[in-house]
Each structure stands twice: as structure tokens, then as C-alpha cells.
């Protein structure tokens, strides 16, 4: 019997819209878009399919192929998913659009069957409760009797058969020490190694435009993907030791970290002697050290990048309003319309080439707060190699240390 099995922190569960259901009951206006957008590409390149014809075959696609579709960025992608969602039609395809069924196919891998939204899990009323972090439960998604005793429904949920897979979706909140995570996968099985892309949107906008923004941004995301695995094997599955001592080229400085145990319930970093830094209190805690570390790093950084931005500054003839330093998660920094430019003190990480590179950059937003050509003219003008500098920053978050980091990779 299919179940499921969650970890991590959960407390409250709502239905969220099926984007399979929505693509049924949009499946008219869903098809004429795809048709608007890739029609005509299509009947122009050689996968011999007519814009009419493509209108026929989609609407005899499943709603996961049809959702596939609409999500594609490229003909390419379009063709891939066309070809590899053909299994029967009345319309005459091209052989290029032919191809070998799954082993075990004999007619539909899978049959989606979309029904009502149906709790069948809730952890308020059941379903073993609150959370605690790092505990895993089963679930059944198949139940007959129904789904009261996890706290769902007291009906099958309209679930006709046991069903090979399932499609859930999964609400977290009420977390008590911040934003957590939980992961779901088929019971038996290995956990899966998991990745959630949380995108964040103005209010109001368009749930259909947040899609297709997403949809167009793909391939970043596989290539940002692609750069995480490159470095997967320098992530210690244990707990990151306490650093011993780290580098801040930006200062052509070395620095080396002793520990102190003291009565302190909390945790300071503070220099003592010239390239000594000493971590003293409650150090068994090795995560209070790293953090005390980043927040030496933040007010090292407030002593040396205002007058060095200062300097650049004047060099270059623009003038800001004020800098802040901050430890943004995503950003080496940022300028605002008002002229405010905020600079993350891990750019002490970074050669010195690099973060002059930075300060250049954010000070031409006073002259354009865009990316424009007009723009990058600016930034090529005060910075002659600024497109071999700007190439070097898309790897330089690699640069910082583990313990440094707070979140994910930098950008502008």
C-alpha cells in the first residue's frame, strides 16, 4: 500500500490549488497560448507539424503534458515534450516526432486522474501531531476507510484506486524557530537528495506570470544546479569544525582563530594581538562560534570598505548619499534610486580587483538604476575589463569560507 513519509516541522496543512486541476479547467486558453507562442516557429522548422495540427495534438495531451508544454522555453523543449507525450493521435506526425515507448508501456505510463482537493494528512488533528525537528513519519495516500485517524478526511477523498503515484501538495507553518523545511518521499525508499526553489513576487502579481518568469529562468536554475554539485564533495556531511583560520585577500590579510573557554553563556570574537583573533564563552557550541565570527567579519568590514568606496568614489566622480554593511544572504551589493549603497562584508573574501570591481559597479546605478546598455556603457568606461570581472563574480561566492555563509550563492 503506497505511503508517504515527511520530516522535518509541520503544524498547519490547507488544500493549495492543483496545477493539474487548473490545467484542465484552463486546458482551452492554455492550448491557444502555446499555440500563439510556438505555432509558427514550429510549422517553420522541420519537425513537419502544422500550427493546426499542433493545436489537435495538444489537446489530446494529459494535463501533465499539456502543464510540461506550457512551461517550455525553447522549440526545442517544446518538441521534446510533444514527442515524449505522443503515444496515440489521430493526427499524422512527422518521424521526427516518433519515438520508443518505456519499458512496460503499453499504452499510458500512467493514467492522471484529478480529483477534488482532499486533505489527508493534518498534523493540528492528527497524523501524530506537532513536529519535532529531525523525526519522520508514515502516511498513507491510499485509505478505503478514509483519512481521519492522520487528521484528514473522514472519506477516501475520491481516491478510486490504489494508485501507482500520487501528486501532493504540502503546506509548512506556525515554525517556531524560523523558516524549516520538510521533505516527502515514497515510503521504503531512500530519502531523496531534495532541492526547493522558493521564489518571491511582488504582491498581487499574476499567478500564471510567476510561472511563466519561472519557466523562462530554467536554464539558470539548472546551471546554478550544476554548480552546487560541482562543490557538493567540499560540504562535510558532519557538522563544519570550528575555522582555525581564514584569509581576507580584499586586506592583504591573514588572520589565525584561537578559542577560549570562559563562564560566558554567549559567544564573542575579538582581536587581542595583531592576526589573532580570539573566540571566547561558551565555544562547545560550534555554530555560536561561526556566528560570532561573521559578526567580527561585519565590523571589520565597517572598518575598511566606507573609506575604500570613499576613495573609488572620487575617482570616479559619483557621489552617494550614505553606505551601510550588511551580511545579505544573496547580494555582494545593492544602490537604491536615493543614492544609498550597501556593500556585504564578505566581499573581504574577494580579491581586491574584485571588490573595486563591486563598488564601481553599484556606483554606476547612480547614474543608471537599471541594467540598460546605457548602463553597462557607464560600467565598461570607469572599468575597462568589466566583462572579465563581472564573468569572475559569478563564482566568486565560492570563494567564502563555509562558515561565512548564510544562505545560498551571491549575485548582484
Known amino acids: 500500500m503506497p505511503q508517504a513519509l515527511a520530516q522535518e516541522s509541520a503544524t498547519t496543512l490547507r488544500a493549495v490549488p492543483n496545477a493539474l486541476v487548473t490545467i484542465d479547467q484552463n486546458r482551452a486558453t492554455v492550448i491557444e497560448r502555446i499555440v500563439g507562442e510556438w505555432g509558427d516557429r ?7 507539424i502544422s500550427t493546426a495540427q499542433l493545436r489537435q495534438i495538444l489537446s489530446g495531451l494529459r494535463a501533465d503534458h499539456l502543464l510540461a508544454a506550457s512551461l517550455v522555453g525553447s522549440i526545442e523543449g517544446l518538441r521534446d515534450v510533444v514527442s515524449g507525450a505522443l503515444l496515440r493521435t489521430d493526427t499524422k ?8 515507448k518505456s519499458l512496460g508501456d503499453t499504452a499510458d505510463d500512467l493514467v492522471y486522474t484529478s480529483i477534488v482537493p482532499c486533505r489527508i494528512v493534518d498534523t493540528r488533528s492528527g497524523g501524530g501531531g506537532v513536529f519535532a ?5 508514515n502516511w498513507l495516500t491510499y485509505s478505503p476507510g478514509g483519512f481521519a485517524v492522520q487528521g484528514g478526511s473522514a472519506t477516501a477523498c475520491g481516491i478510486p484506486v490504489r494508485p501507482a503515484a500520487v501528486m501532493v501538495n504540502t503546506t509548512l507553518a506556525n515554525t517556531v524557530g524560523g523558516p524549516e523545511f520538510f521533505t516527502l ?4 525508499q531512500t530519502r531523496p537528495n531534495a532541492s526547493t526553489l522558493v521564489v518571491t513576487a511582488p504582491h498581487g502579481l499574476d499567478r500564471a506570470r510567476v510561472l511563466q518568469l519561472v519557466a523562462g529562468k530554467a536554464d539558470w536554475v539548472v546551471d546554478r544546479l550544476a554548480d552546487f554539485d560541482a562543490i557538493r564533495h567540499f560540504v562535510s556531511k558532519e557538522s563544519p569544525l570550528r575555522p582555525q583560520a581564514f584569509d581576507l585577500p580584499a586586506l592583504a590579510e591573514s588572520w589565525r582563530v584561537e578559542y577560549k573557554e570562559t563562564r560566558s553563556r554567549t ?31 561585519a565590523r571589520r568590514a565597517k572598518d575598511t570598505l566606507p573609506s575604500w568606496l570613499s576613495n573609488v568614489g572620487q575617482q570616479s566622480r559619483l557621489r552617494y548619499v550614505d553606505l551601510s554593511i550588511k551580511n545579505q544572504r544573496t547580494r555582494w551589493g ?3 534610486v536615493h543614492g544609498r549603497i550597501s556593500l556585504n562584508c564578505r566581499l573581504l573574501f574577494l580579491p581586491r580587483e574584485l571588490v573595486r570591481y ?13 541594467h540598460s546598455d546605457r548602463f553597462w556603457a557607464h560600467l565598461r568606461q570607469l572599468e575597462p575589463i ?7 563574480m559569478r563564482d566568486a561566492w565560492k570563494l567564502v569560507p563555509v562558515w561565512a555563509h548564510r544562505g545560498s550563492n551571491m549575485q548582484f
Open 185 to 188: 518521499w515514497p515510503f521504503g
Open 358 to 370: 563591486v563598488m564601481v559597479y553599484e556606483l554606476c546605478h547612480l547614474l543608471e538604476a537599471n
Open 386 to 392: 568589466a566583462d572579465t570581472l563581472h564573468g569572475r
Open 93 to 100: 506526425i512527422s518521424p521526427t516526432l516518433m519515438h520508443t
Open 334 to 336: 545593492s544602490c537604491t
Open 133 to 137: 525537528p529531525q523525526t519522520q513519519r
Open 267 to 297: 559567544v564573542g570574537a575579538r582581536v587581542d594581538q595583531p592576526e589573532r583573533i580570539v573566540v571566547s564563552g561558551a565555544i562547545d557550541d560550534v555554530e555560536d562560534c561561526r556566528a560570532a565570527l561573521r559578526r567580527w567579519l
Open 42 to 48: 514550429l510549422a517553420s522548422s522541420n519537425a513537419g
